[in-house]
């Protein structure tokens, strides 16, 4: 009977330890989007409406 019970308890320290890195995550994005975006290189492009419809009205 002590097995199921260390494997419960390794299994809800995993889905706890999960969480708090999904949650980590989402508050560094919320701080700095850029930061997330590092993690994985890519790049934040923000791009106005007006970028836009140049671009649109040129095609």
Do not use: E
């Amino acid at each position: 009977m002590y097995t199921p019970t260390l494997l419960t308890r390794i299994a809800q320290g995993f889905i706890l330890l999960s969480a708090l890195a999904l949650l980590s995550i989402s508050v560094m994005a919320f701080a700095d989007p850029q930061s997330v975006l590092c993690l994985i290189s890519a790049t934040l492009l923000i791009v106005s409406k007006r970028a836009l419809v140049s671009n649109q009205q040129r095609a």
